[in-house]
């Protein structure tokens, strides 16, 4: 009622209705309609093997008395005689081992330093390819007397037979060893030769 405030504006109300449905109530049920539903249908009946898995099925392995297994192997081994195991050296089969020495020869003309270096080179070559062509039994010694030339190379190898006792295998074995040890190693500056001459002793003998 106070004259200075102003007047409310008219508001236009927007009005919605909403039609609310009406609840039904639900049918109740009757014999006839419980006998129109679908029955489920029964379970099949299955044969308890084929329901069993393999699992279950499985046989046990036979028991196998451990005599027999080795009477299978034994069996085996005289069918095939490569497959039995191998027989002990008899106590009258001794391990034999090879040597191969080359004893020193006086040198007493030479007293060259140089010389007596290069020689040991030399000797310790052939003593090498002495044992490896060493394959029988047979002992000796062989004398033997060659000529190097200034590149290393096996000129000429002699056999000494008055200062050799051995068998005709070992002298082949003997010079046959010299020349595969070659080529030996070059002079040295001190040792200005064209060709030098050394002698040797392989000693063959077998503990």
Do not use: C, W
């Amino acid at each position: 009622m106070n004259p200075l405030v102003p007047a409310p504006k008219e508001q236009m109300i927007k009005v919605r209705y909403l039609k609310k449905e009406e609840l039904r109530p639900k049918p109740t049920p009757t014999p006839d309609s419980i006998n129109k539903k679908s029955k489920a249908e029964p379970f099949l009946k299955l044969d308890a093997k084929i329901i069993k898995t393999s699992a279950d099925t499985r046989i046990p392995p036979p028991y196998v008395e451990q005599n027999e297994v080795f009477k299978g192997s034994k069996a085996l081994a005289n069918k095939s005689p490569e497959l039995a195991k191998p027989a002990f050296n008899s106590p009258d089969m001794l391990a034999v081992k090879k040597k191969v020495n080359l004893p020193k020869i006086e040198m007493a003309r030479i007293n060259n330093p140089s010389y007596i270096s290069y020689y040991q080179i030399v000797r310790e070559k052939i003593r090498r390819s002495a044992y490896q062509n060493y394959t029988h039994n047979e002992t000796g010694e062989v004398y033997l007397s060659f000529v190097i030339s200034n590149d290393g190379y096996v000129k000429d190898v002699r056999l000494v037979e008055a200062k050799t006792n051995a068998s005709d295998y070992l002298k082949k074995i003997a010079s046959r060893s010299v020349r595969d040890a070659s080529p030996f190693p070059n002079f040295p500056k001190e040792l200005d030769y064209p060709q030098l001459s050394f002698n040797i002793i392989i000693s063959f003998e077998i503990e």
